[in-house]
């Protein structure tokens, strides 16, 4: 079972490009979640869906866009990166709202 | 609303045993806790739902007092491999799915 994948591992962008951070899963999960991580801040929720075609704003939402056209994809949108938008983001799954989240392996990203 | 931990960092021997907190402002429907080994995804550990019963992971248990909106974990007789930040996580009564993350607490064991 590959679980929750993310890609890319690693990115660079400079102040202005726009970027997709690819989250799939294979556990035909309901429920999937993007979070980033930074020092001292703990996890941040961005977006979530809690099925396909369903999604809601999260605490820090700004400058992220989010689709969830199938069950397995949920994809981040960066529309035009920001130095505050280094961080290391964490796509997570679970059946169903409310239960075990699994996580994928993260994506660093630093913008210059 | 971030809920709260306490402490930030705690340092322990092996054997030791130590208590995370955490608290909220809100009305909670669940609590979540989840560990995250440096360089690593979280993992989780337990989930408490309302009503106050206590689970166990291995030495690892937790309790949920509803009335306080807190939830504590306890680390008993400690082990190296539960060196890493723990991290709660609550979902505010309604179940709407917004799992919102404490700061996290670092723990870290010594032989």
């Known amino acids: 079972n590959a679980g929750v994948t993310q890609t890319p591992k690693f990115q660079v962008l400079k102040t202005g490009q726009s970027m997709t951070l690819q989250c799939a899963q294979d556990m035909n999960h309901e429920y999937m979640s993007w979070y980033r991580q930074d020092p001292g801040m703990g996890l941040r929720l961005i977006h979530y869906s809690v099925g396909a075609g369903i999604t809601d704003q999260g605490e820090v939402p700004n400058g992220y866009n989010v689709s969830r056209s199938t069950t397995e994809d949920f994809p981040l949108r960066l529309l035009s990166a920001a130095p505050s938008q280094t961080s290391v983001y964490f796509c997570a799954s679970s059946q169903n709202r409310g239960e075990k989240l699994f996580f994928g392996s993260g994506t660093q990203l630093s913008v210059l | 609303q971030q809920p709260v931990q306490s402490p930030q960092a705690v340092i322990l021997r092996e054997g030791e045993d130590a208590v995370i907190n955490c608290s909220s402002s809100k009305a909670l429907y669940s609590v979540h806790w989840y560990r995250q080994k440096h360089g690593e995804a979280p993992v989780f550990l337990m989930i408490l739902l309302k009503g106050g019963e206590q689970k166990g992971h291995e030495k690892i248990s937790a309790s949920f007092n509803e009335k306080k909106q807190q939830s504590s974990l306890y680390l008993t007789a400690s082990q190296l491999s539960y060196s890493g930040t723990y991290f709660c996580?609550?979902?505010?009564?309604?179940?709407?799915?917004?799992?919102?993350f404490g700061q996290g607490t670092t723990l870290q064991v010594k032989p």
């Open positions: 996580g609550t979902l505010s009564s309604g179940n709407t799915g917004k799992l919102i």
